[in-house]
């Protein structure tokens, strides 16, 4: 079935107060948010520590648009009924966290969860060619996972490109982390993803008590991608 390639902004929590997720979740979706995107990492495969299950289940009832549950962490499969169970829509695995990610997506479509599979910077696209029928999203780094606020690594553009055509008709979102901004958000989308994840450059400036400039971030990258979108 075809789905909507509308250009899809999903605000990484990674950037909002941490005392105040239900607040900040529900002030950024009426700012515009189309996702929330929720970056779960374990000091292991990441070198940084964050989010687990509970979490997820304390603000999912906070959350009217898509709980987008990225999984920095490995092993990957003993948690998956964990964070299906505390609401997730979306759940991404790391091709790069274990030796069956094959079996891995299977199991997140097996809890009801729409899956997907990230890469990162240093794997090539072609490795996900075999796994692109399980997939409900694939999620393009363009930063090393671990931490918000790096620097978008530019050579991933290509890449993009090339998973683009590889997907060809499949219903398959091409999702895009890292260092997402007015400036380059028109090269991603160009390229062929519909779907941005960006922490500061939406959370930048704002607050519970002040979430204007939440949406004036997020018309800010959609006013960028003008004739894209």
Same mark, same amino acid.
């Given at each position: ?16 107060? @941490?005392?105040? @997720? ?19 990492m374990d000091g292991h495969f990441v070198p940084n520590l ?126 895009? *982390?890292?260092?997402? *901004? ?40 959609? *006013? ?6």
């Amino acid at each position: 079935m075809p789905i909507d390639r509308t250009v899809k902004i999903a605000p990484s929590i990674l950037s909002a107060d @941490f005392a105040n @997720f239900g607040a900040e979740i529900e002030a950024v979706e009426a700012e515009g948010a189309d996702w929330v995107h929720v970056d779960v990492m374990d000091g292991h495969f990441v070198p940084n520590l964050t989010f687990g299950p509970a979490l997820c289940k304390a603000i999912r009832p906070h959350i009217k648009t898509v709980m987008d549950v990225h999984l920095m962490i490995a092993p990957v499969d003993p948690y998956i009924d964990a964070f299906a169970d505390a609401g997730a829509d979306i759940l991404t695995a790391h091709l790069e966290a274990g030796a069956h990610t094959h079996r891995t997506l299977q199991a997140i479509r097996g809890a009801g969860v729409k899956a997907g599979l990230a890469l990162n910077p240093g794997t090539p696209v072609e490795a996900a060619a075999p796994l692109l029928d399980l997939c409900d999203l694939v999620c393009v780094m363009t930063v090393n996972p671990g931490f918000g606020g790096q620097k978008f690594i530019r050579t991933q553009v290509e890449q993009i490109r090339k998973l683009r055509k590889m997907i060809g008709d499949r219903p398959v979102h091409i999702e895009v *982390d890292g260092g997402v *901004d007015p400036n380059t958000a028109p090269m991603v989308v160009e390229a062929g993803a519909d779907v941005l994840v960006a922490g500061s450059a939406v959370f930048r400036g704002g607050s519970v008590s002040n979430p204007a400039p939440y949406g004036e971030n997020i018309r800010a990258i959609r *006013d960028s991608l003008a004739g894209r979108a």
